[in-house]
T-cell receptor
Framework: GAVVSQHPSRVICKSGTSVKIECRSLDFQATTMFWYRQFPKQSLMLMATSNEGSKATYEQGVEKDKFLINHASLTLSTLTVTSAHPEDSSFYIC??????????????FGPGTRLTVL | QKEVEQNSGPLSVPEGAIASLNCTYSDRGSQSFFWYRQYSGKSPELIMFIYSNGDKEDGRFTAQLNKASQYVSLLIRDSQPSDSATYLCALIKAAGNKLTFGGGTRVLVKP
């Protein structure tokens, strides 16, 4: 149980295009999902917290108009990188926190999406 | 001072030995602590969580938490080459729901 998927796993796009990344909790409902970014040889940096049915909460320094987050259901959150540029190239990882059940504060991570902007 | 501090390593350990990883944190009100393992190019996977002072064992892994001293550690017994990875310490602060990660410790287990 507690499986999180992400799609696509890898994307290469041209500068100026927009890219949408999906994060799904496959076998549980997640009221809260989190989006992280990880640059090479660095740790995960939280970008935003996404709650189902409400606006995402962005971390300081993260442009909300550039990184659009939608959490339309208890099993799906999307991150859209708008007008992507080479400096947005990174490993984007989502995590989901189960709404209820035996889990405490655990978060389960998706496999990540490698974005390369040319 | 960083909120969660880890030695970046690499921590080189002979196969079969014990790997000892440490993590210190600054927010005394932190409640939940996690150890994740991350292989290169992959996302983190949860190894253990610990909420109470003391030791918690799961297979070859033991997590130790000392809230008074504000540190949490992870012991890996009988280390295997497949344990070679970056180990991330993370916590959730009091009344919060988001993880704060340390920089990670790279572990190399040599056959």
């Amino acid at each position: 149980g507690a499986v999180v998927s992400q799609h696509p796993s890898r994307v290469i796009c041209k500068s100026g295009t927009s890219v949408k990344i999906e994060c799904r909790s496959l076998d549980f409902q997640a009221t809260t999902m989190f989006w992280y970014r990880q640059f090479p040889k660095q740790s995960l940096m939280l970008m935003a917290t996404s709650n189902e049915g409400s606006k995402a909460t962005y971390e300081q320094g993260v442009e909300k108009d550039k990184f659009l987050i939608n959490h339309a259901s208890l099993t799906l959150s999307t991150l859209t990188v708008t007008s992507a540029h080479p400096e947005d190239s990174s490993f984007y990882i989502c995590s989901a926190r189960p709404a209820q059940g035996v889990w405490g504060d655990e978060q389960f991570f998706g496999p990540g999406t490698r974005l390369t902007v040319l | 001072q960083k909120e969660v501090e880890q030695n970046s390593g690499p921590l080189s350990v002979p196969e079969g030995a014990i790997a000892s990883l440490n993590c210190t944190y600054s927010d005394r009100g932190s409640q939940s602590f996690f150890w994740y393992r991350q292989y290169s190019g992959k996302s983190p996977e949860l190894i253990m969580f610990i909420y109470s002072n003391g030791d918690k064992e799961d297979g070859r892994f033991t997590a130790q938490l000392n809230k008074a001293s504000q540190y949490v550690s992870l012991l890996i017994r009988d280390s295997q080459p497949s344990d070679s990875a970056t180990y991330l310490c993370a916590l959730i602060k009091a009344a919060g729901n988001k993880l704060t990660f340390g920089g990670g410790t790279r572990v190399l287990v040599k056959p």
